[in-house]
Structure formats: C-alpha cells, structure tokens
T-cell receptor, first 109, second 119 residues
Framework: GQNIDQPTEMTATEGAIVQINCTYQTSGFNGLFWYQQHAGEAPTFLSYNVLDGLEEKGRFSSFLSRSKGYSYLLLKELQMKDSASYLCAVMDSNYQLIWGAGTKLIIKP | NAGVTQTPKFRILKIGQSMTLQCTQDMNHNYMYWYRQDPGMGLKLIYYSVGAGITDKGEVPNGYNVSRSTTEDFPLRLELAAPSQTSVYFC??????????????????FGEGSRLTVL
C-alpha cells in the first residue's frame, strides 16, 4: 500500500528553526509537495521537489532524498503566523497525490 | 481573481437527505478534484476530472457523484446522506495536464471548504 508518515504535532519557539520530516512509500514517484493549512482554512502550496536536494524559498526550504523516501520542510525565523498544519503529499506513478495526515506546528512566544 | 469558489460553506443535513456542493473555477484549469478531510486525517480524494466530460473515481467515491459539463464547474452530489459523510469538503483545481504536453505540476488551488454535518 501507499503510505506517508509525518509527526502529528510539533512545538517550537518564535524566532527559532524547526524541521518537519516526511517519509513515504508510494507506487512510483513524480514529485513531493508541501502545503500549509491554517486552522479552518484551505491548504496553500508551499513547495515542490522532484529532484534530490534542497529547494530554498525565503524562510522556507524543502529537502528531498528519493533513495531514502524522505523529505523535510525547514522553517527559519519562526513567526507566530507560521502556526499551522503542514501537509506532505507525494504524486505517484498515476499522477495522483497521496497525502499525509499533516503536522500541526505550534509556535510559542 | 476569484480562483476556486465552492458553496455552501456550512450545511447540516438529516440522514437520507441529498444535496449538491457547487464548485467553479475561473483559471481555465483542466484538472478538478473533490477531497474530504476528516480530523487528524489526510485529504482523501473522492472524484476527479481531467477535463470537461471526463470524471474518475478517487479513493473514497461511495455515496457521491460528480459531473463535469463545463471546464469551470465540477459539482459534487451526495445521495442519501449518512453520518459517515460528516466532513470538510474541498474542491481544487490545477493545470495544465499531460494531455496538453506539459507535466501536471500538482500545485492545487483550493476552494475555502464546505463543512457538512449529517445528523
């Protein structure tokens, strides 16, 4: 079966750095996505990785290792508005997105 | 820009009632999707469409139906509502797709969600 694992909840301090991990087992691989979802709102796109390595976009970076079935989302200089759930999703060989359950990130002052 | 618009935002149904969730997008996207999201769970794909006149079942299609008569609209029909259908429903779109010769990027644009309760 297809499976995506990410921690249920994480806590970090304002101004700090946090890394949210995602491991996956899917039928084929056509890219990995990170979405941000604030409580009561729709998910919004953060990043897309299809090749190994680090993609940096402002305070957010996303890393992928296809051989290990592993990705992480790195958030720097945390702000209170970063409190949200972060969803990892993998596009399989049929170009369907398989979603993880999401990691709820709590930022404390 | 409106993006993806879905209605209603909230609805309470009685068991056995039927209803339609409306979804429309103004970005001329080929792909459209309906997901449900239950607490603590990932998004589950109900149905999707790769273009007008074409629909396919996703992971959890039972109890639902869709149609895609135009590029813009992708309504989701719930027949004989059951408590198990209590959830938050999201419509999404993306494009272009493989048929256009461009790789489907997977970046989805979501509607604001519809919170449905079946009692």
């Amino acid at each position: 079966g297809q499976n995506i694992d990410q921690p249920t909840e994480m806590t970090a301090t304002e101004g700090a750095i946090v890394q949210i991990n995602c491991t996956y087992q899917t039928s084929g691989f056509n890219g990995l996505f990170w979405y941000q979802q604030h409580a009561g709102e729709a998910p919004t796109f953060l990043s897309y990785n299809v090749l190994d390595g680090l993609e940096e976009k402002g305070r957010f970076s996303s890393f992928l290792s296809r051989s290990k079935g592993y990705s992480y989302l790195l958030l720097k200089e945390l702000q209170m508005k970063d409190s949200a759930s972060y969803l990892c999703a993998v596009m399989d060989s049929n170009y369907q997105l398989i979603w993880g359950a999401g990691t709820k990130l709590i930022i404390k002052p | 820009n409106a993006g993806v618009t879905q209605t209603p935002k909230f609805r309470i149904l009685k068991i056995g009632q039927s209803m339609t969730l409306q979804c429309t997008q103004d970005m001329n996207h080929n792909y459209m999707y309906w997901y449900r999201q239950d607490p603590g769970m990932g998004l589950k794909l109900i149905y999707y469409s790769v273009g007008a006149g074409i629909t396919d079942k996703g992971e959890v299609p039972n109890g639902y139906n869709v149609s895609r008569s135009t590029t813009e609209d992708f309504p989701l029909r719930l027949e004989l509502a059951a408590p198990s259908q209590t959830s938050v429903y999201f419509c999404a779109s993306s494009g272009p797709g493989l048929a256009g010769g461009e790789l489907h990027t997977g970046e989805l644009f979501f509607g604001e969600g519809s919170r449905l309760t079946v009692l």
